[in-house]
């Protein structure tokens, strides 16, 4: 069932930061011998591998002593092996597998790049041998402080952040390993049918200038289309597969859904047809590399996960001190009062890691069975969530159990939660209990365990209702008091271990504070107020930030409070309530993850970017660990390639969702958040346009790029003071876009640019509301042989169509409060538009001359709005439903609830395909109705490594119906999925 065996392993030699490629020419042949068909790897006596150690000749520049205890340490570690002879061979288990193999270019003519890899050959020569110990000895004891690092931590085989005697571990544990070459393979489908490409030298490859590791670049005209991937091989032996990359595809012109919305009218509707029953497991999935967390631990230091799953440890400067990659998505990980970092992972197993990244032992689950970090015990032992999800199409009954390790990932109990209870956070009381909060009507009830392996819970009435799975649900202080989030408006109560009420207070965000005091945000529509209460439930003091708050955040040991704050001053604010303090705030950040260090400064992921801000709110310093960001909307040539918009680049994907290439527009640059604005509009020659917001400390600019079918920029037009809509094309691909100035308040424009190079055809001054953001969908253009109409909303309540040469045909007063959230153009010229506000939401029909056909006023905010192809039907979406309205006039139809599972931003884009279906993308599923009546024709719903349980909610952006029958979604997290017909 379990492997309850300790694993140690050491770590390889890691792939460091990209450098630039330095190309070789071509491929060469390597020696017939190293290539011949199963010719079998050669092997190395250990008595002679010992004798070349002890026999080495000691560099010039290192000391007797120090080439003595290096060739000491290696003989002992060769000799540990219990080996007679070492293998000569490709490295096993993956040691020389390369995940940044890149084809650019084309058919045509293609370029192909790579980094190399062969643990612990730390002088880059393709065998790991004697002369890697001089590597080790020439750069001995040298740290990322040294002005020689980038060649020196190429021998940091540990990767520790210093060369030292443990780099002798790696050496002597690889040696004799070798990789000759590589071999350039190409194939139709990516999947088989492999073919001999070209072979490529170790000895081709390039040293970046100032050290680093070697680069390969083959370049070569005339290749077939398709796939590619590079192998290593040595002495007729095959290494594993490289990453695969594709060519630019031959037909990348507009297709089937050319620009997001469906077209440049933004009905969000598709001829193509997506799949008509629920699909089946069969399931594509990339990473587009961001930051997940980034949390300062226990040790001050500041650990970030990204999701292609590597964990950096940094230290609160921003500094990198190790990264350590695993092979499956870390969902969740904590810290050991020892230093130890306990993690949890999507393939069903949990491990830790030892404070310099080494990986100390790894406990396999049942399949199935997935885990979470909980708590590590007073005693020393860590405790792991494990839930078993037992789909249907209505609700998720889980399975939730406790698991308990000892500190060297032994088993030590594993016990199910009553009542099937929702994954709420544990709480350890100081006694070693733990204490679960148990869903209730009308109240709830709290469970204990103490953990002596009988699988018994205790159970207590909670004094109020329990909402399981809300949150941050329970909190057991050292002053041995119960803090429990009632839920359903019942507010947070403070109960003693009994669960005996002792006080309550109306809070609608809460933390705890240093000596115990209780920071809220109390209850209310809208509250400006921090309160402090003391253990007993004393109002101690208020803090009064004269803004609407939304979120509290963490509250340090010196009782400063970070909140988030609203209009007009949207972002981050601190004080130590009672301090006189001059009031900052710093603008449109969020609280995702936060956390302090042990100095009060506040460190955030903002657009992928850690930051991190001193008690006064400047800016420190900020991270980009991968390229990445935050994703914008999808869209689709006709040969199917896909193209995915990041924070400053533009990335293609093939239709099975492999990288064709990765282009950055913008680099990051410090204190600047770049976002892509909606999707891309391609061209009729294939290139894509893309608008772009850069926001630099309260001072937008506004990007709009043209990209040409291989990812090369073909223009680029930049507007200061300026935010940016989703752009639209015209049929003479005419690049039209809205413009806000939020820094001089003059009012909004409407611009029109000419494809070829970007340059300004007219401008139109929108006037309205100056200074606020027109939204992104607030822009439509019908295309029509008597020349195309652009209709668009200013950011108050106007409407307006225009010719192509900016003369408007007409302005329509709604009568509403701010602009519209998105207009969509039908065939005929009727305008339909949009606009909602958190509490409610109106639709307004115009006719081709702008007069009001009919209008309707929702009670609830809708979320978006879709037109199906013959335009008999409306589908729209708000928080919790999924509606069908009657063009004819507005009105409902029907309204089907979110039957899944409810989270947060459950609402999303609704879709028609060519079959008149209407597709929803919501928080944890993929739906599709029939508009006629709203019956669920099918539900897909992702959960484990693909969404809920992993923190990762399908984002609300639209699917992408691709003309292979797919479905293409885009997660939270930055991760694009292919849902098989």
Request: proline share 6%; hydrophobic share 40%.
């Amino acid at each position: 069932m379990r492997n309850t065996d300790t694993v140690v392993i050491v770590t390889s030699l890691a792939l460091f930061a990209s450098l630039a490629l330095a190309g070789c020419g071509g491929g060469k042949d390597l020696p017939v011998e190293d290539l011949s068909a199963g010719q079998q790897s050669g092997s190395l006596a250990l008595s002679a591998a010992i004798a070349e150690v002890e026999t080495a000749v000691r560099p010039e520049t290192v000391s007797e002593h120090d080439w003595s205890m290096l060739t000491e340490e290696l003989v002992r570690v060769l000799s540990s092996r219990g080996l007679e002879r070492l293998s000569s061979a490709i490295p096993p288990n993956d040691k020389a597998l390369i995940g940044d193999f890149t084809a650019e270019g084309d058919a045509s003519q293609a370029s192909f790049s790579w980094s190399y890899r062969n643990a612990a050959d730390y002088d880059q020569n393709g065998e790991v041998n004697i002369a890697d110990l001089t590597t080790i000895a020439v750069h001995l004891f040298k740290t990322p402080a040294s002005p020689d690092w980038n060649a020196a931590r190429l021998a940091d085989g540990d990767n520790n952040g210093e060369v030292n005697l443990a780099d002798i571990t790696p050496l002597g544990l690889n040696f004799a390993n070798s990789v000759a070459g590589y071999r350039l393979e190409n194939s139709a489908d990516g999947v088989s049918g492999w073919n001999e490409v070209a072979v490529v030298n170790v000895a081709d490859g390039s040293i970046p200038s100032g050290g680093g590791v070697k680069q390969f670049s083959y370049s070569q005209s005339g290749v077939p289309e398709g796939s590619y991937r590079v192998v290593p091989v040595d002495k007729g032996l095959d290494g594993p597969p490289s990453n695969v990359a594709a060519l630019v595809a031959s037909d990348p012109s507009p297709g089937d859904w050319s620009q997001p919305g469906g077209g440049p009218q933004n009905l969000n509707n598709t001829p193509v047809s997506g799949p008509a029953s629920k699909p089946g497991d069969s399931i594509t999935e990339v990473l587009l590399p961001a930051l997940a967390t980034a949390m300062v631990l226990g040790d001050n230091f500041l650990y970030a996960l990204n999701n292609a799953d590597q964990l950096e440890k940094r230290d609160t400067d921003g500094n990198i001190i190790w990264t350590y990659a695993h092979p499956s998505r870390i969902r969740s990980f904590g810290l050991g009062s020892d230093g130890v970092l306990y993690l949890a992972s999507t393939n069903c197993t949990v491990f830790a890691l030892s404070g310099t990244g080494q990986l100390l032992w790894e406990y396999t689950l049942v399949e199935g069975e997935i885990p979470s970090f909980a708590a590590v015990h007073p005693g020393g032992n860590v405790i792991f969530w494990i839930t078993e999800p037992a789909i249907t199409l209505q609700k998720l009954p889980w399975t939730t159990q406790v698991l308990m390790l000892d500190s060297d990932g032994g088993f030590v109990e594993q016990q199910q939660i009553p009542d099937n209870n929702f994954e709420n956070e544990v709480a350890i009381a100081p006694d070693g209990r733990l204490f679960v909060a148990l869903q209730g009507e009308p109240t709830g009830k709290i469970a204990t365990y103490g953990f002596d392996g009988s699988g018994t819970f205790s159970e207590m009435d909670a004094p109020g209702k329990v909402e399981a799975g809300a949150g941050r649900s329970i909190v057991v202080s050292d002053w041995d008091l119960i803090y429990l989030d009632a839920g359903g408006g019942q507010g947070l109560q403070v109960l003693d271990l009994d669960a005996n009420l002792q006080w309550s207070v109306a809070a609608d965000e809460w933390q705890l504070g240093p000596s115990q005091q209780l920071y809220i945000i109390p209850a209310g529509d809208t509250v400006t107020e921090v309160e402090v209460y003391d253990n007993s439930g004393a109002l101690v003091e208020s803090h009064d930030f004269a803004t609407g708050l939304f979120d509290l955040g963490p509250v340090s040991d010196s009782g400063r409070v970070w909140v988030r704050s609203g209009n007009p001053e949207f972002g981050i604010k601190s004080v130590i309530p009672g301090i006189p303090a001059t009031e900052w705030y710093y603008p449109d950040l969020i609280m995702s993850l936060p956390s302090i260090d042990a100095d009060d400064n506040f460190q955030v992921i903002v657009n992928g970017l850690v930051t991190s801000l001193d008690p006064s709110g400047q800016l420190r310093w900020q991270i980009e660990p991968a390229a990445g960001g935050t994703s914008g909307a999808m869209a689709q040539a006709a040969d199917g390639t896909v193209y995915v918009p990041l924070a400053g680049r533009m990335q293609a994907y093939s239709a099975g969702l492999q990288l064709k290439w990765d282009t950055e527009l913008l680099a990051p640059v410090e204190n600047h958040f770049i976002n892509p604005r909606g999707g891309p509009a391609i061209l009729s020659d294939g290139s894509m346009a893309q608008s772009y917001s850069d926001f630099i400390s309260g001072a937008p600019v506004a990007h709009v790029f043209v990209v040409k079918p291989a990812g090369a920029e073909e223009w680029h037009a930049e507007f200061n003071d300026y935010w940016p809509s989703q752009v639209r094309t015209g049929s003479d691909d005419t690049v039209y876009v809205l413009l806000t100035d939020r820094v001089n308040s003059t009012a909004p424009l409407l611009k029109a640019l000419r494809a070829s190079d970007g340059m300004e055809k007219w401008s139109v001054d929108l006037g309205g509301a100056n200074g606020k953001t027109i939204a992104d969908y607030a822009l439509a253009v019908l295309r029509q042989e008597a020349g195309d109409l652009v209709y668009c909303s200013n950011s108050a309540n106007s409407l307006f169509c225009y010719d192509a040469s900016g003369n408007e045909q007409y302005s329509h007063d709604s009568g509403w409060s701010s602009g519209a959230k998105s207009v969509h153009v039908l065939g005929d010229g009727s305008l339909l538009a949009l606009q909602n506000s958190f509490t409610s939401a109106d639709l307004l029909l115009l006719d081709p001359s702008g007069n009001e056909s009919w209008s309707q006023t929702f009670a609830t905010g809708l979320r978006e709005i879709a037109v199906s192809g013959d335009g008999a039907y409306i589908g729209a979406t708000d928080s919790d439903f999924t509606k069908g309205l009657d063009p004819a006039d507005g009105s409902e139809l029907w309204s089907q609830p979110n039957e899944v599972i409810e989270l947060v931003d459950a609402n999303g884009f609704p879709v028609f395909d060519g079959n008149g279906n209407l597709f929803v993308k919501r928080a944890a599923e993929l739906n599709c109705y029939d508009p006629a009546d709203g019956s669920l024709l099918w539900s897909y719903l992702l959960y484990g490594k693909y969404g809920v349980l992993s923190g990762e909610t399908i984002n609300s952006g639209a699917p992408l119906l691709h003309s292979d029958g797919s479905v293409i979604c885009a997660l939270e997290g930055n991760h694009l999925m292919k849902i098989l017909p």
